[in-house]
């Protein structure tokens, strides 16, 4: 089946620790994105990416960075600059970056213990 | 700054009673509507859209939307609710101000239908 995948689905980490978390898409989209999720906020753009070896900061960018270095690939990390790292994010796709659908991965629930 | 309100964070229905979910947008131009849908457990999906044409569009699950561009207005419906429409619904616009896709979201209403 065609998706997009996350993992981990829960991460903990302790104050001060970077963390990654992946996101995998085997639906041949150009574009890939990273949303936080919080709740009472909505959806808020981390990063974008349009094509691979490209990539836009969102609107909440800082402490948060990421790579694609192939096309079906789009990590975040989540570093200790990021000042309240605890969320759920999610990771999303698009064929491009027109106005189409967006398709979402299951999320991953990220806690800063 | 453009924004999307969602009015109502939470909703509680009854089953069959009818649904009206609100959302209006700043943004002066031309723009793109999405409704999405968060069941328990599962990953957001779209319920409906709008690009341009008729005002009124129908989605999945018997779910409607009218675009009323005076009030920049996108309000969800849905005439008779079942207990499996329990989700959280967002709201999602996109200005065609770019060549790239950029949607803001509200902040999501929790509907819970209760049998």
């Known amino acids: 089946d065609g998706g997009i995948t996350q993992s981990p689905k829960y991460l903990f980490r302790k104050e001060g620790q970077n963390v990654t978390l992946s996101c995998e898409q085997n639906?041949?989209?150009?574009?890939m994105y990273w949303y936080r999720q919080d709740p009472g906020q909505g959806l808020r753009l981390i990063y974008y990416?349009?094509?691979?070896?490209?990539?836009q900061k969102g609107d909440i960018a800082e402490g948060y960075s990421v790579s694609r270095e192939k096309k079906e690939s789009f990590p975040l990390t989540v570093t200790s600059a990021q000042k309240n790292p605890t969320a759920f994010y999610l990771c999303?796709?698009?064929?491009?970056?027109?106005?189409?659908?967006?398709?979402f991965g299951e999320g991953s629930r990220l806690t800063v213990l | 700054a453009q924004s999307v309100s969602q009015h109502n964070h939470h909703v509680i229905l009854s089953e069959a009673a009818s649904l009206e979910l609100g959302c209006n947008y700043s943004?002066?131009?031309?723009?793109?509507l999405f409704w999405y849908v968060q069941y328990p457990g599962q990953h957001l999906q779209l319920l409906l859209k709008?690009?341009?044409?008729?005002?009124l569009v129908k989605g999945i699950k018997g779910f409607e939307a009218e675009f009323i561009k005076s009030k920049f207005s996108f309000n969800l419906r849905k005439p008779s609710v079942q207990w499996s429409d329990t989700a959280e619904y967002f709201c999602?616009?996109?200005?065609?101000?770019?060549?790239?896709?950029?949607?803001?979201f509200g902040a999501g209403t929790r509907l819970a239908v209760h049998p």
């Open positions: 709008y690009f341009s044409g008729d005002p």
């Open positions: 943004y002066g131009g031309t723009v793109n």
């Open positions: 990416s349009q094509i691979v070896n490209d990539f």
């Open positions: 999303a796709s698009s064929i491009d970056t027109g106005p189409v659908e967006l398709f």
């Open positions: 639906l041949n989209h150009d574009a």
């Open positions: 999602a616009v996109l200005p065609f101000s770019g060549g790239y896709n950029k949607l803001i």
